[in-house]
């Protein structure tokens, strides 16, 4: 065989197993305002439907007054991503009623987006079921490498309760919000949300809610 049968070859392997499998571009980077500055703020957010994002509600929480300055872009990398939107409405748990710290198992939101993107363009993550075994995976951006196109980091559950998972992988400022996928027969699905670090290589993620039902389900 020669050498490209043998690369054709590798990448169906690959592919079967996963292990090579890119971000899916539903996943994007959130930041606030015009433009971002070096240093600054962000979060990891996917989209579940044309004009909604699944992040953390710490990452909107205090600007769902002025959602038009949260921005959503797709697929992010190095000042280009494969599409982009401001927000014109966030969407908090609405059992949610304290002003202080919110409890990380209120800790998700939807970002209703200005303008719908085209899901041929970037197809959404659909939320799924938890499976009962294997590692899931989480792709975050990071605020000290903020034009870095995230790395796929697994992530062994180590204890599931109702309301959240307790994870086994290290996750940095910026991952808050950033989806945690499962893989099914037919691709990604969104099993949890990234909300905290728990110390050392251990991350906190709260399981969505019956409330956030208007993405696509699987």
Known sequence: MGRRGLMACAALLIGASGQAQEMPSA??????????LPGAAICTGA???????????HCVASAAKA???IR????????????????????????????GPIPFAQDMALLR?????????????????LAA???LQVFGYARSAAEAKPVRTPCPVLQV????LLLGC????????????????????????????????????????AWISAGPTR
Do not use: C
Not at 114 to 126: E, G
């Open 67 to 69: 959602p038009a300055g």
């Open 133 to 135: 075994k294997g590692d």
């Open 170 to 209: 290290a996750v940095v400022s910026g991952h808050s919000g950033a989806p945690v996928l499962a893989q099914g027969a037919s691709g990604f699905h969104i099993v949890g949300i990234i909300v905290a670090r728990a110390g050392g290589s251990r991350a906190l993620a709260a399981r969505p809610k």
């Open 161 to 164: 309760s109702r309301v959240g």
């Open 72 to 99: 959503f872009e797709a697929d992010y990398a190095a000042g280009q991503s494969k599409a982009a939107g401001f927000g014109a409405e966030v969407l908090l748990d609405p059992d949610l009623t304290q002003t």
């Open 113 to 129: 987006l200005s303008t719908p993107i085209d899901p041929a363009l970037v197809p959404p993550l659909a939320i799924g079921p």
């Open 47 to 57: 989209l579940i439907a044309p004009d909604l994002v699944l992040t953390a509600a």
């Open 27 to 36: 996943i994007g980077r959130i930041s606030y305002g015009a433009g971002h």
